[in-house]
């Protein structure tokens, strides 16, 4: 399973590309608001910075819901950098726009998918990638893990070649329940990915590996 993080605090990004286990970046324009990055020019000066980072796909959102305006926005983001995916809303016109990229050999990161049906229609238009939202749909009492566990069934069944990317990934758990019904990629906060790391057992194991350790040295 690849691991992304979903961030677009450049910080973070070297912490989680520096432990060696980084495959990709997810942003969007909230992420870009939270970090104080406003305007356009802005925008993509910091698409550039994270391509100088991160040696693998970075997800770019469009901010048009037209056909016409995503396709214009889609076309000027892929030709940033090799590693850029257009980030298409899960919308009429997205999938009509991600058709039209996937036939132009641009990737594409069908966001915003709630349902089994609508990741159907982003694997048929082609989509690189589609993110069903775990964490907002477990927000309105809905599993979010049983949809990923759905779509990637359905997908092995036809032989899809989407992958999916299990977004609003919230906590360990989810991450571990991804991994577990074989979501291709998991996109998550860097606590998410370093929480990993953790487990009391460990730390009482540690500490007393050290002591004995520092009471044979005396």
Not at 19 to 47: C, Q, R, W
Not at 51 to 65: F, N, P
Not at 78 to 107: C, Q, T, W
């Amino acid at each position: 399973m690849k691991f992304f993080i979903d961030t677009a605090n450049l910080q973070d990004i070297h912490e989680a590309h520096d432990l060696g286990v980084l495959d990709g970046v997810t942003t969007n324009p909230s992420l870009m608001a939270k970090e104080g990055i406003f305007g356009h020019d802005n925008v993509i000066a910091h698409y550039k910075k994270i391509s100088e980072i991160v040696d693998g796909d970075i997800s770019a959102e469009v901010i048009a819901t037209d056909f016409d305006g995503i396709v214009r926005e889609g076309e000027f983001l892929a030709e940033l950098h090799p590693n850029i995916v257009v980030k298409v809303p899960m919308i009429r016109d997205g999938i009509k726009a991600i058709r039209y990229f996937s036939d132009k050999g641009i990737k594409t990161n069908c966001t915003l998918v709630f349902s089994a049906g609508q990741a159907l229609l982003a694997a048929k238009a082609g989509a690189t990638y589609v993110s069903p939202f775990v964490g907002r749909l477990d927000d309105v009492s809905t599993d979010g893990i049983q949809l990923i566990e759905q779509v990637v069934h359905i997908y092995g069944n036809y032989g899809y070649q989407t992958q999916v990317l299990a977004a609003s990934v919230r906590h360990v758990m989810h991450l571990v329940q991804c991994a577990e019904v074989g979501a291709d990629v998991v996109t998550c906060p860097l606590n998410v990915i370093t929480g990993l790391l953790n487990h009391p057992l460990t730390d009482i194991g540690l500490e007393k590996f050290l002591a004995d350790h520092a009471k044979g040295k005396k």
